[in-house]
């Protein structure tokens, strides 16, 4: 049982994930409608039943205080019996409906938000709630054979074509995943030229890194026509060499989905990551077996080492361990001495995988970066650096997250690199045509570092 799993019920209460939107709450209360008639048109009119909330839940809400996680779940559960009223059979707009009117109301009691700076749209969580009691009722009160029906038929559960969602993986997260035209200053010839002096000037020591830059980005139509029409990883490093360097793959990245790899990251590490890691350490340490030995572990591997750096390996290798996810499926070990040709590549996953020279992440100096069990870069000389290429080769080249991976990289993805679409998912899904978006795990954990960060200050 993982920490999430443990500390958190079918009941928790996601609300507090909402989203810093500046809206001054408005001083208005009515009443629900206790009329058996249905209403076909209702979620146009619904009110939310703020007068039927207890004053100890009033209270906080109307002081701009959040409310407490079984003050939440009984707000919940009276806006979810008001809905059900009204049509038996609400689906997941209603719902998103009804979380965005409670958040516009009181967006300092329902935002989720860590260190000031927003999660998605800010009200999935509350969205999430919602849904899970609207569930936990339904299994109640409803037939197993109707129950799939209605199910079936929901906002929350459209089939698409295993064509169609590939498409949707690849695309997930972008703004220029495929460039329709040339640069009116480009041609195809220059194009040419340009990628050959690439591959020239990758082979210099002393290449000019603005000079490289500029020309990754005039080269990123034909870049990604070339990932795109589905090219082998053998032939993109011959052909783009920067793509899978530092620098150019920060220019890629950035083109196709308008965010800088590093900067970003570094920018809510210093924004999130103690938060965190305090969280990690010292709440889910108390609340799962599992996790306490795993850190434990880390910490002897640790040592006295200190700083931003291993901080951040820290946190990785506990979010692995508070998603149950397996550490080998980024990682793989070998000797700190090892060259590129010694590594034993048929053992790595084919996933983008960071193999890292030495015992552990601590003790470690140097890193490599796999992709299709093919060595990409020999030599990245931080955690970081390492990190972010790993991230980044995800989407550069149109590779679906692991399943097994799928909370811990939708996690990053949300919190530190904010990529946060509304819909989608770039998870692998091979045996359902359920379309996934959030990841409840990962709405959890962030509902969590929430409520741990308003505690604290």
Not at 142 to 163: A, F, G, Q, V
Not at 231 to 241: A, F, T, V
Not at 335 to 360: H, K, R, W
Not at 376 to 383: E, R, V
Request: glycine share 4%; proline share 5%; aromatic share 8%.
């Amino acid at each position: 049982q993982t920490p999430e799993n443990s500390s958190l019920s079918s009941e928790a209460s996601p609300d507090q994930l909402l989203s810093l939107i500046s809206v001054s709450p408005q001083s208005s209360s009515s009443t629900s409608s206790s009329s058996p008639q249905l209403d076909t048109h209702w979620e146009d009119n619904f009110e939310i039943p703020w007068t039927k909330f207890p004053e100890e839940l009033m209270q906080p809400l109307e002081r701009g205080k959040r409310p407490g996680p079984k003050l939440r779940r009984q707000m919940v559960r009276i806006v979810v019996t008001e809905m059900m009223e009204k049509c038996p059979h609400v689906g997941k707009k209603h719902s998103t409906d009804v979380a965005k009117k409670m958040v516009s109301k009181y967006p300092k009691s329902l935002q989720d938000i860590i260190e000031g700076d927003i999660v998605g749209t800010g009200y999935h969580s509350l969205v999430k709630q919602l849904q899970n009691r609207i569930e936990n009722v339904r299994c109640t009160s409803t037939p197993k054979i109707r129950k799939r029906k209605h199910e079936s038929n929901s906002d929350d559960t459209d089939e698409i074509p295993l064509e169609e969602r590939a498409a949707m993986q690849d695309t997930y997260g972008c703004v220029k995943w495929n460039v329709q035209f040339l640069p009116r200053e480009e041609t195809q010839e220059s194009q040419q030229q340009k990628m050959e002096k690439l591959k020239e000037m990758f082979q210099q020591s002393d290449a000019n890194p603005e000079e490289v830059k500029g020309l990754m980005k005039s080269t990123f139509y034909t870049q990604r026509q070339h990932v795109n029409q589905g090219k082998s990883i053998k032939c993109l490093r011959e052909d783009w060499p920067f793509l899978f360097d530092e620098i150019g793959m920060s220019v890629h990245f950035k083109e196709l989905t308008g965010i800088n790899l590093k900067e970003t990251f570094i920018r809510n590490l210093d924004l999130k990551g103690k938060r965190l890691l305090n969280y990690l350490t010292t709440v889910c340490v108390k609340k799962n077996k599992k996790f306490l030995q795993t850190y434990a572990r880390l910490q002897r591997m640790r040592g006295q080492q200190s700083g931003c750096s291993e901080d951040v390996k820290e946190m990785v290798l506990l979010l692995l361990s508070y998603f149950d996810e397996k550490e080998e499926s980024i990682f793989f070990y070998v000797d700190e001495t090892s060259l590129a040709e010694d590594v034993q590549l048929e053992q790595v996953s084919l996933t983008p995988a960071i193999i890292v020279c030495g015992q552990s992440c601590y003790s470690s100096t140097r890193y490599m970066l796999s992709l299709d069990q093919t060595l990409i870069n020999t030599n990245i000389p931080s955690f970081i650096s390492a990190l972010c290429l790993m991230f980044g080769s995800y989407y550069c080249f149109n590779i679906h997250y692991p399943s097994e991976l799928a909370s811990t990289l939708e996690f990053l993805q949300r919190c530190f690199f904010t990529i946060n679409p509304e819909k989608g998912t770039k998870v692998e899904n091979k045996n359902s045509k359920r379309r996934l978006n959030l990841n409840p795990r990962v709405l959890t954990l962030i509902q969590e570092i929430t409520d741990h960060e308003w505690c604290d200050t």
